[in-house]
């Protein structure tokens, strides 16, 4: 077992995280990921990422433990993943024109230290204007349904995004330079 731990299950995340070339091991939390009534989307996603990491941290105390959770939301609302086809599509109409935020909560967790690092991330997305048939067409290729909001910047050229203020890869679920800040300040990466 290496001395870090990815308490995720996205093969984004692995792919990004393999980007700073640190050995890790994937461990996914299994965490109830449910939101709570009055919540802040902010204060979601650092719960979301420092349980994730806790919870694996406590099974592996002398290993350093990163916990991710990414969220798209517009208008204070949380979009998730799609439950369906007519979840996916309403998804992608609400953003259609408008600007979004994606959100990542990141977390460094050392249980044996009783070390804890939270922080967040944000982009700003603004997205063209989208036809139903623009919506329909990516939907038809079934990458929605694995991605809060419904999209990922990286799918179709990022042809949905006219423009981003912030961090690309977390956009994509894990910030990469932010990371890497959080992982030398903590003595795991060089």
């Known amino acids: 077992m290496s ?18 070339g640190t050995p890790f091991t994937v461990l996914p939390a299994d965490i109830d990921e449910q939101h709570h009534a009055g919540e802040a989307p902010r204060d979601y996603v650092m719960r979301m990422s420092r349980t ?37 599509a309403a998804m ?4 259609s024109g408008r600007v979004h935020a994606v959100m990542t909560g990141l977390s460094l ?6 070390y804890t690092a939270v922080e967040t991330v944000s982009t700003r ?11 329909l067409a990516y939907i038809a290729t079934k990458k ?4 809060a909001g419904a999209y990922a910047i ?13 961090c690309y890869t977390n956009v994509m679920g894990l910030p ?4 890497a800040a959080m992982l030398r300040c903590a003595g795991c990466l060089s």
């Open 3 to 20: 001395k870090l731990i990815l308490a995720s299950a996205s093969p984004r995340r692995h792919e990004l995280l393999s980007q700073l």
């Open 52 to 88: 994730k990491a806790q919870e694996v941290a406590q099974q592996y105390p002398d290993a350093w433990v990163l916990g991710a959770d990414t969220m798209v939301t517009i208008d204070d609302r949380i979009l998730g993943k799609p439950k369906d086809t007519a979840d996916a």
């Open 92 to 95: 992608l109409s609400s953003l």
């Open 109 to 114: 967790v050392q249980h044996g230290q009783g």
């Open 125 to 135: 997305i603004y997205f063209r204007v989208l036809s139903e048939a623009d919506i």
């Open 144 to 147: 929605p349904f694995d991605k």
């Open 154 to 166: 990286q799918d179709q050229d990022g042809v949905f995004v006219e423009r981003y203020e912030g």
């Open 176 to 179: 990469v330079q932010r990371t």
